[in-house]
């Protein structure tokens, strides 16, 4: 019902358009054709005036009303961020000043020198002044701000610095899952034909690699917590669609292309709790978000990120327990236990543990996907 009426609407409105040209052709004739073109180019030029003035006033209003709900320039968390914020400023600075000559110029021209019997319109095919002018200066303003934007480029997109932090980010419809390095400082190995929800290995770690045991993962709904004034590196995938990282309080993003890891990084320059302060906000936090159109759930992938000192990195790191070891926990403690016994049947119990044990391996073994010696 609700097309029906849209192509209604749409048939109507072509209806009616279409009747008011041809009312416009018989009144041209009843009144004159030359006439009534005059008078309607009187009419166009006045309305080319009102709407320049309309249209700034609408440029003046909208900035004033929805200035506060849009970044500022200067409020970036992340260093790469003010580069970003230097360059936008300094394209809008140029833009700005050519859009406004050039709108201004135009309306009032289509205004003041509108037809009239009184003037004749001086015609002349070409000028090398006027053609060298609009060439050379665009050209030399184009190229400035190109020559700051692939200095930026290179900078953001550059080598991360030796000491930064590595953060692996795994975007799948439509959420965001995280993984640190273990106090080695290398990420576990991965195979995505391991991946394998029902045994909770969600990102398919391959657990016969020993560097994956100290690693730290955090599932969907949890934050991403960064160290202010420490460079990240994050490392990014995508196990589906390709979706996007962006950052927006930090002016970055990149894609998650499945199959393809990409990386990027930058140091957050303000913690959690300043940017509560500085917008006035107790419930600010930095937020992830999708970038790229995934699926029906796009607008609700969201995740959080959390800047904070070292002091507080380092206390919230002690509290996470490694992927592996939690799957271990979780088998051992899913194995029976007995009452304490003693004699003959404490050996037997201590015999049940060390199966349960060696079940518990078994398990995480398979969850791993290893495979036996037939290859199957």
């Given at each position: 019902?609700?097309n029906?009426?849209?192509?209604?609407?749409?048939?109507l409105?072509?209806?009616?358009t279409?009747?008011?040209?041809?009312?416009?052709?018989?009144?041209?004739?009843?009144?004159?054709e030359?006439?009534?073109?005059?008078?309607?180019?009187k009419?166009n030029?006045?309305?080319?005036?009102?709407?320049?003035v309309?249209?700034l006033?609408g440029?003046?209003?909208?900035?004033?009303t929805?200035?506060?709900?849009?970044?500022?320039?200067g409020?970036s968390a992340?260093?790469?961020g003010?580069?970003?914020?230097?360059m936008?400023?300094?394209?809008l600075?140029?833009?700005?000043?050519?859009?406004?000559?050039?709108q201004?110029?135009?309306?009032?021209?289509?205004?003041?020198?509108?037809?009239?019997?009184?003037?004749?319109?001086y015609?002349?095919?070409?000028n090398?002044?006027l053609?060298?002018?609009?060439?050379?200066?665009?050209?030399?303003?184009l190229?400035?701000?190109?020559g700051?934007?692939l200095?930026?480029?290179y900078?953001?997109?550059?080598?991360?610095?030796?000491n930064?932090?590595?953060v692996e980010?795994?975007?799948s419809?439509?959420?965001?899952?995280?993984?640190?390095?273990?106090?080695?400082?290398?990420?576990?190995?991965?195979?995505?034909?391991?991946?394998?929800?029902?045994?909770?290995?969600?990102?398919?770690?391959?657990?016969?690699?020993e560097?994956?045991?100290?690693?730290?993962?955090?599932p969907?709904g949890?934050?991403?917590?960064l160290?202010v004034?420490k460079?990240?590196?994050l490392?990014i995938?995508?196990?589906d669609?390709?979706?996007?990282?962006?950052?927006?309080?930090?002016?970055?993003?990149m894609?998650?292309?499945?199959?393809?890891?990409t990386?990027?990084w930058?140091t957050?320059?303000?913690?959690?709790?300043q940017?509560?302060?500085e917008?006035?906000?107790?419930k600010?936090v930095?937020?992830?978000a999708?970038?790229?159109?995934?699926g029906?759930?796009?607008?609700?992938m969201r995740?959080?990120?959390?800047?904070?000192?070292?002091?507080?990195f380092?206390?919230?790191m002690?509290?996470?327990?490694?992927?592996?070891?939690?799957?271990?926990?979780?088998?051992?403690?899913?194995?029976?236990?007995?009452?304490?016994?003693?004699?003959?049947?404490?050996?037997d119990?201590?015999?049940?543990?060390?199966a349960?044990?060696d079940?518990?391996?078994?398990?995480?073994?398979a969850?791993?996907?290893?495979?036996?010696s037939?290859?199957k």
């Amino acid at each position: 019902m609700q097309n029906f009426l849209i192509f209604a609407i749409l048939i109507l409105g072509f209806i009616i358009t279409f009747q008011i040209a041809r009312a416009s052709e018989f009144v041209s004739v009843i009144r004159g054709e030359e006439k009534t073109r005059k008078q309607s180019n009187k009419i166009n030029g006045f309305l080319l005036l009102v709407f320049l003035v309309v249209g700034l006033f609408g440029v003046y209003w909208t900035h004033h009303t929805l200035g506060d709900k849009i970044l500022k320039f200067g409020s970036s968390a992340s260093d790469h961020g003010r580069l970003v914020d230097n360059m936008m400023l300094y394209t809008l600075i140029a833009t700005g000043i050519v859009f406004f000559a050039t709108q201004i110029l135009l309306f009032w021209y289509s205004f003041k020198y509108q037809e009239s019997d009184k003037r004749t319109a001086y015609y002349f095919p070409h000028n090398n002044k006027l053609e060298l002018l609009w060439t050379v200066v665009p050209a030399i303003v184009l190229t400035i701000l190109i020559g700051f934007g692939l200095v930026y480029w290179y900078r953001i997109t550059g080598a991360a610095p030796q000491n930064a932090m590595q953060v692996e980010i795994t975007a799948s419809q439509f959420k965001w899952e995280f993984r640190y390095p273990g106090k080695d400082g290398v990420f576990g190995k991965k195979y995505y034909k391991y991946i394998d929800e029902a045994h909770d290995n969600p990102l398919g770690q391959i657990w016969d690699d020993e560097a994956n045991h100290d690693d730290v993962f955090l599932p969907a709904g949890q934050a991403l917590h960064l160290v202010v004034g420490k460079p990240v590196k994050l490392v990014i995938g995508s196990k589906d669609v390709i979706h996007s990282v962006g950052l927006p309080h930090f002016r970055l993003k990149m894609d998650a292309v499945p199959g393809t890891p990409t990386t990027l990084w930058f140091t957050p320059i303000k913690t959690t709790k300043q940017m509560q302060e500085e917008t006035g906000n107790s419930k600010f936090v930095y937020e992830i978000a999708c970038d790229q159109m995934c699926g029906q759930g796009h607008t609700g992938m969201r995740g959080e990120i959390v800047v904070e000192t070292q002091e507080e990195f380092d206390q919230w790191m002690a509290s996470q327990k490694p992927k592996y070891a939690q799957m271990k926990e979780d088998l051992e403690g899913a194995a029976p236990t007995a009452a304490p016994a003693t004699g003959a049947a404490a050996k037997d119990s201590a015999a049940s543990g060390t199966a349960g044990k060696d079940s518990a391996k078994v398990t995480i073994d398979a969850a791993a996907g290893k495979k036996d010696s037939t290859g199957k």
